[in-house]
Every structure is written in C-alpha cells, then in structure tokens.
C-alpha cells in the first residue's frame, strides 16, 4: 500500500492536525509550562497530534524552552 496512504489510515481521529494545533500550540504550552496534566485534558486533540507529529512537538518543546528561560532571572 502506498505509504502515505498508510500514514492517512493510521491517523487518530481525534488528532486536529497542524493547523488547529498551531493555532492552540501557545495555549498548550503555557498550561505544560503550569499544569501539566491539564493540557492534556484540556486539549485532547493537541495532545494526540503532537504525539504524531514531529514537526509540531519540536515546536512545543522551543516554547516551553522560551517559557523556561523567561522565567530564570
């Protein structure tokens, strides 16, 4: 089967993709910063797509980096 097609079918249907994701990535990453547990509570959807997406979780983890080093004097 074609790979991508594959990648497709293997896709959570609770995952809402780069662009809402996008969107949300600030919101998340100040409640991971915080909250941990309830970010993934709170955004089920991001949560799932950035366990499956690379290119996102790398962004999450610039902005917790940011977040963290903001809050060091």
């Known amino acids: 089967m074609n790979e991508r097609l594959e990648a497709f079918l ?11 994701a996008m969107e949300l990535l600030h919101l998340y990453a100040e409640l991971v910063a ?5 970010a993934e509570r709170r955004y089920p959807g ?7 997406c690379g290119p996102c979780a790398v962004d999450l983890a ?3 980096e940011l977040l963290r080093t903001a809050d060091t004097p």
């Open 62 to 64: 610039g902005l917790l």
């Open 34 to 38: 915080d909250h941990p547990g309830l």
């Open 10 to 20: 293997r896709t959570d249907p609770r995952d809402v993709g780069c662009g809402e």
């Open 46 to 52: 991001v949560a799932t797509h950035l366990r499956a």
